[in-house]
């Protein structure tokens, strides 16, 4: 069964800080990666979009990578503000044919 | 330029009422998808519009869902016969490219809240 699984189911942390959001999958074939960004009461919008053959991409301060072997992504945020949270959402497509979403990481940033 | 564009952006109605939810997607965007989120889960898929292709209704919960687009235009999600269950925020996406061909974001509406009383 295609699934994405995602890591922590929220995360608090301090304005200034640093944080990694992580992203395991099951999907088969795999197509592509995405991270998406959801704020409260919005729709998601994009932040990256990673193929079989690309194992990192940047977008600002945020940074994805993908492990194609063992299945996991990562999105890093750098230098976080108080903007930043929001939902992270790690959706996989399998074969093109499907999006599989996971169920988002909530992160806080705190003043 | 304009995003994709959903209305109402609330809906509350009472169970057992028809409700039709409207998504204007971005103007030149082949593919059309909507998805159902409730409250704290992920986006479910219900059902997706490529140019003139028959749509995949594959993830229509049931025979009271149905939806419709004109074109490459605007297109409608119906429910009939609401029940509590239904209760969700309805998001609609759109993308320059089909699913299969390209790595295209989807830009998403803002979605729509349905609470159904």
């Known amino acids: 069964k295609n699934q994405v699984e995602q890591s922590p189911q929220s995360l608090i942390i301090l304005e200034g800080k640093n944080c990694t959001l992580q992203?395991?999958?099951?999907?088969?074939?795999?197509?592509?990666l995405r991270w998406y960004k959801q704020d409260t009461g919005r729709g998601p919008v994009s932040l990256t979009i990673?193929?079989?053959?690309?194992n990192t991409k940047s977008n600002g301060r945020y940074t994805a990578t993908l492990d194609a072997d063992t299945k996991q992504s990562s999105l890093h945020i750098t230098a976080s503000q108080l903007s930043d949270s929001a939902s992270y959402i790690c959706?996989?497509?399998?074969?093109?044919?499907?999006?599989?979403f996971g169920p988002g990481t909530r992160l806080s940033v705190l003043p | 330029g304009a995003g994709v564009s959903q209305s109402p952006s609330n809906k509350v109605t009472e169970k057992g009422k028809d409700v039709e939810l409207r998504c204007d997607p971005i103007?030149?965007?082949?593919?059309l998808y909507w998805y159902r989120q409730r409250l704290g889960q992920g986006l479910e898929f219900l059902i997706y519009?490529?140019?003139?292709?028959?749509?995949?209704k594959s993830g229509l919960p049931s025979d009271r869902f149905s939806a419709e687009r004109t074109g490459e235009s605007v297109s409608t999600l119906t429910i009939q016969r609401t029940q509590q269950e239904d209760s969700a925020v309805y998001l609609c996406?759109?993308?320059?490219?089909?699913?299969?061909?390209?790595?295209?974001?989807?830009?998403f509406g803002d979605g729509t809240r349905l609470s159904i009383l």
């Open positions: 992203c395991n999958y099951t999907v088969s074939p795999f197509s592509n």
């Open positions: 990673m193929t079989f053959s690309e």
């Open positions: 959706v996989v497509s399998a074969n093109g044919q499907n999006f599989v």
């Open positions: 519009f490529q140019g003139n292709s028959a749509p995949d």
């Open positions: 996406a759109s993308s320059l490219a089909p699913r299969d061909r390209g790595n295209q974001p989807q830009h």
């Open positions: 103007s030149g965007h082949t593919a």
